[in-house]
């Protein structure tokens, strides 16, 4: 099939390497706002530079801000699209590109790497198949080891909206559940431009699901040991963590401990490529076998409804109920 490609920045540069190497891929058609460095990766990967919605199918790599255009004008054309996170910047916008997804018919996938990554998948495997027994906690952790560029901060919509609604999506995949109501807090102890921004570099959250089991949240945009993601889910028989291999950026303070031992994961790029070169092909197959979406314009809504909760939740400083974050 002929793949069209939109946007080449970082993971854009990332997801042409994976599209020109695929075998369902005969042709991938690349563009960039920057023609110089289109023509430079379409070069490296044997693209062509043109028009990218003369294709059978999109994939959406640029900025947050063009996301809802891109979607809807893909649905228009009748072109499956995948689009990277998030649907649109603010919560009513990506409300009405879901609805209008929906009516369509056009197969959407959001690009949530972490349900594609094999430790996440093996933990619902575990606690779907009773392996956990009940389910009684849960811990997550994102923590970056180096805070993003001052001039994105202010565009990203918060470390809840912009790092966290990748937890708020893994824990609904992973555990079945709704989220009902999220305490979150935050605290700035780096930068002064988080501040300014009106946002925070170190954040902190408790979530309670729909059956009552809690849900503890914990991020940073000043890791310096690594780049650390788990996800640690306790039940009655046994408890399970994602995220924790030789790379985890950890050191025991016991005298006798020697694990982990490999070198510290540097960034989200090296620690998912697995999982983001899955995602594609997971969304190509949709595309042949006209198959669902691995993961909907409406579940992306899902999880960017418990991000506007937590920010609720840490600009108010109380509790949030989800199912009254609404148009």
């Given at each position: 099939m002929r793949v069209g490609l939109l946007g080449l920045g970082r993971i854009g540069a990332f997801h042409a390497v994976t599209l020109a190497a695929h075998p369902e891929v005969g042709e991938l058609v690349v563009s960039d706002a920057d023609a110089t460095r289109a023509g430079q990766v379409a070069a490296r990967v044997g693209a062509r530079v043109g028009d990218a919605f003369d294709a059978d199918a999109v994939v959406v790599a640029t900025p947050t801000a063009t996301h809802a255009e891109l979607i809807l004008r893909a649905c228009?054309?009748?072109?499956?699209?995948?689009?990277?996170?998030?649907?649109?910047?603010?919560?009513?916008?990506?409300a009405r590109v879901a609805e209008a997804v929906r009516d369509s018919?056009?197969?959407?996938?959001i690009g949530f790497q972490r349900r594609f990554d094999a430790g996440y998948a093996a933990a619902r495997a575990a606690l779907r198949g009773g392996e956990l027994g009940d389910l009684h906690r849960v811990h997550m952790l994102s923590a970056d080891p180096h805070p993003p560029a001052p001039e994105y901060v202010p565009r990203s919509?918060?470390?809840?909206?912009?790092?966290?609604?990748?937890?708020?999506?893994?824990l609904r995949w992973v555990t079945g559940?709704?989220?009902a109501s999220v305490y979150a807090t935050g605290a700035n102890r780096g930068a002064a431009f988080f501040a300014e921004a009106g946002d925070v570099d170190t954040s902190a959250a408790l979530l309670t699901l729909d059956d009552g089991t809690l849900v503890t949240l914990q991020g940073s945009r000043y890791n310096g040991s690594g780049y650390d993601v788990r996800m640690e889910l306790a039940g009655t028989r046994r408890t399970i963590v994602v995220g924790l291999d030789d790379r985890t950026p950890l050191a025991s303070a016991e005298p006798d401990a020697?694990?982990?031992?490999?070198?510290?994961w540097p960034n989200f790029g090296e620690r998912f490529e697995p999982a983001y070169v899955a995602e594609i092909g997971a969304f190509l197959a949709a595309v042949r076998d006209g198959g669902p979406s691995p993961c909907t314009a409406g579940e992306a809504l899902a999880a960017l409804r418990i991000a506007e909760a937590a920010e609720l939740s840490r600009r108010t400083g109380g509790p949030a109920r989800v199912d009254e974050v609404t148009l």
């Open positions: 228009a054309a009748g072109l499956p699209v995948f689009c990277e996170k998030p649907v649109a910047p603010t919560f009513e916008e990506a018919g056009t197969l959407v996938h919509g918060g470390i809840y909206r912009d790092c966290h609604i990748h937890d708020f999506d893994i559940r709704e989220v020697g694990f982990p031992k490999g070198d510290p």
